[in-house]
């Protein structure tokens, strides 16, 4: 599945829903090791605003899809927070998640949450995805980082019993 955008140009429907479940997931990542569901309502409460100043949870409003998606990648990474940093930890070579910009640690984990979930995303669109939102809200080389870490994992992923 690609990204599919609105006649603005913005993204809508799984895009979306991925884009906001970052969002959601940087937030998680400053509240620490306490973070439960209530910090994901808080996260919806004061949803952030788009390029044009447009409310990312009012977007959502218009589009039960991509509220639905973010919806379930925030609740599967809050279950499993430590289980996905110990996969990426695993595959990420000479990089502890502590060490990693913000960005890119976040746009892995919602990658790695949707990789793991039952989503049935295509491992290449979960890479250039991935790629999009690192080349999007990271530093130059985040785009380069995130693909070598989500191909290191998505194989892994691939080569597991049942995938």
Known sequence: MSASRDAGG??????????IA?????HLDQVGAGRRESDVAEFW??????EVGESFARRLDNDPTARAFADALL??????????????????????????DQVDRN????????SR???GTPASVIAAESVKLA??????RSGKFVNG???????????????
Not at 11 to 19: D, N
Not at 75 to 100: C, F, I, K
Not at 135 to 140: F, I, L, P, T, V
Not at 149 to 163: K, R
């Open 10 to 19: 913005a993204a809508s429907g799984r895009a979306l829903g991925r884009e």
């Open 22 to 26: 970052f969002l959601g997931a940087c």
């Open 45 to 50: 409460e004061q949803a952030p605003a788009d």
């Open 75 to 100: 609740e599967g990474l809050l279950a499993q927070w430590a289980e996905v940093d110990a996969a990426l930890e695993g595959v990420s070579e000479r990089w502890r998640l502590a060490r990693m």
């Open 107 to 114: 746009v892995l984990r919602i990658a790695c949450t949707e």
């Open 117 to 119: 979930g039952k989503f």
């Open 135 to 140: 080349g999007r809200y990271g530093a130059e």
């Open 149 to 163: 870490i989500v191909a290191a994992f998505v194989g892994d992923a691939n080569d597991a019993p049942g995938a």
